[in-house]
Each structure stands twice: as C-alpha cells, then as structure tokens.
C-alpha cells in the first residue's frame, strides 16, 4: 500500500548537509557579486564623478539597486529552499525506508509528491520491497516443511561397541 504524499510539505529545511551547502553557497556568491559590484561602482564613481563626495554620489546614485539586492536575496534563498525540498525531501523517504528495510521492519510503499524529483527511484524502490517481501513470504512457507521433515525422521542412536 503506498503512502500518499500530495499534501502540503511540513519544513521546507529537511536535509542540513545538502540544503545548507546549497543556501551557503548561494549566501556566498550574493555577498561576492554585491562585493564586486560596489567595488565597480566605487571605481567608476572615482573616475567619472567629484572624489570630495564620493560615498555621498555613490549611495545616491546606486542606493537603491544595493537595498532591491539585499531585499531579494531572502526570497531567493527560500525559494531555493524550497527547490531543493522537491530532491532532499526524497532522499530522505528513501534513507528511512532502507533503513526500515534493512531491520527487517515491515515496509509500506513510497510515493513521492506531484511534483518532486527522482520519481522512478520511488518505484524502483517499491519493486524491491515487493521482492523483498515475496521472498520472505517463500521463506516463511518453506521453514515449516523444512521442520516437519525433520521431525518425521527421528535421529538414530549411535551403536555402543564394546571394546575387548
């Protein structure tokens, strides 16, 4: 029986060691990129404009564009939050339920949301956990044949030779 997984997701932060890296990164490349950008601008401000108002030339000229970056840049992030979910998200269902798999526990179906990534892993998975269970199921139908045989047959007592 497969889970059913088309509601709205919880916590968009699933997996601290991808996503992190991913928002990191992202916080990284906006602080190089408006790093380089006023550096740029401060350059050509210095040889285009007046040096005694520079940061005054600079903040009224530019101001506004830096504010909409650093405005945006939290919409970004969360936006990239969630993208990353719809892969995240799925590797850690399928990390449980191989877990699950491996203690022997009793493994339902996954299905992942509409609209994730790597929706083939989900059947390859359920197609194993249904070989998985059909084997076991095989094994468990052949342990009382094994069993009643061996009952049928009692064990023969050694023969006790005298010795002279």
Not at 6 to 30: E, I, P
Not at 77 to 100: H, Q, T, W, Y
Request: charge should be neutral; proline fraction near 4%.
């Amino acid at each position: 029986m497969a889970k059913s997984s088309n509601k709205r997701r919880r916590k968009q932060f699933v997996d601290r060691a991808v996503q992190g890296t991913l928002l990191l990164h992202l916080v990284a490349h906006w602080v190089f990129f408006l790093l380089a950008a006023v550096a740029f601008l401060y350059f050509v401000e210095m040889l285009a404009g007046d040096p005694r108002n520079l940061g005054r030339s600079l903040f009224h000229r530019h101001g506004p564009t830096v504010l909409a970056v650093l405005v945006l840049a939290p919409i970004f992030l969360l936006d990239l939050c969630k993208l990353s979910n719809r892969f995240a998200g799925p590797v850690i269902r399928l990390r449980r339920g191989m877990r699950e798999l491996a203690e022997g526990r009793d493994v339902s179906q996954i299905k992942f949301r509409e609209n994730d990534f790597w929706q083939d892993l989900a059947t390859d998975f359920n197609q194993v956990v249904e070989r998985v269970q059909e084997a076991e199921s095989r094994s468990a139908n052949a342990m009382p044949l094994q069993s009643d045989c061996h009952e049928a047959e009692p064990e023969a007592e050694p023969e006790l030779v005298a010795v002279e």
